[in-house]
């Protein structure tokens, strides 16, 4: 659903589901010269994780909007200024009412969920007479003042949240893969410490061999050129390389045939090209470096040839793409390996940081220890006044049997026993 796609990875609820029904460019393609070509079921392509912390609330919001006829028809009608601004939110009037329900329903259930995540978090630190109303507005995907009803502010509320917080996904993924780096080094140097001299040189002796056989791999093409786009064509598509089309190959990609190249299926296409520099089984390359080269050719891509900025891109935009000069005679591709991530300066300031962090979590482990000892000091204080008392009324009780008083019930009365 085209519509629905664009929701989730860029929060523009441009068009309708109903707009896949629309034909696509007429492309003639000789299916038999594909190899493994299977029909795609758009029914069962799932829709991609945004990795945002509210993914699943903006799913579920979407597909019950879905089921509102009058709101997709005026999606398909809406462009994106109109829905970036908010003016479509105010459909969300006119929506019928198990729909509206329905939101109300997604949206108490959402609060709730967050309500339990500021509890936890506060209960971590210990943490009491906190306003957990007033820590909800630091969620700005909804509004915590009316907690029963999914209102227009809502709908507009998310889909800018999910706007600005998707510009920024990549660059936090960015510095989180930078934070990786430096960990893996920090790890590294003082696992060095730890060894002898002799050890250490032959550590650090299999550390550049390590980095060599890495860095000695097949030229990677320039992603999205042609020797990129032809490669994929022939090894992945089994296509004769003579023979290719830019009209043909970006049909055969746009795997959910909604018209558009998304970011996952531009990343599909960066698989041959990584296979060149990754592979699973060599202890030398780092799977994780792999999904942040993937990263950086889509992003390049993108800004290569997404005109619009809207995070698909359309055949227009490919076939304009690949009349230009880069396309043709593409600059070379600088790998990871040939990256540096971070400076030494900024090495050690991330190492300050992390012993700040272990002294913190020490600070935390000793003093929970404290209370786990506090604890069982009062357990077994109480366990040693429980034993002191169950003595005490056993003495009573001998004493009242050696002065032949009868002993008394659990209301105090005297239990007489019978004369034989």
Known sequence: MRWRTILLQYCFLLVTCLLTALEAVPIDIDKTKVKNTQPVDSAKIEPPDTGLYYDEYLKQVIDVLETDNHFREKLQKADIEEIKSGRLSKELDLV???????LDELKRQELARLRMLIKAKLDSHQNTGIDHHALLKQFDHLNHLNPDKFESTDLNMLIKAATSDLEHYDKTRHEEFKKYEMMKEHERREYLKTLSEEKRKEEESKFEEMKKKHENHPKVNHPGSKDQLKEVWEETDGLDPNDFDPKTFFKLHDVNSDGFLDEQELEALFTKELEKVYDPKNEEDDMIEMEEERLRM???????????????VTLEEFLKATEKKEFLEPDSWETLDQQQFFTEEELREYEKLISLQENELKKKADELQKQKEELQRQHDQLEAQKLEYHQAVQQMEQKKLQQEIPPSGPGGELKFQPHV
């Open 298 to 312: 889509r992003e390049h891509v993108m800004n290569e040839v997404d005109a619009n900025r809207d995070r698909l």
């Open 96 to 102: 019928s009412h198990h729909v509206r329900t329905r």
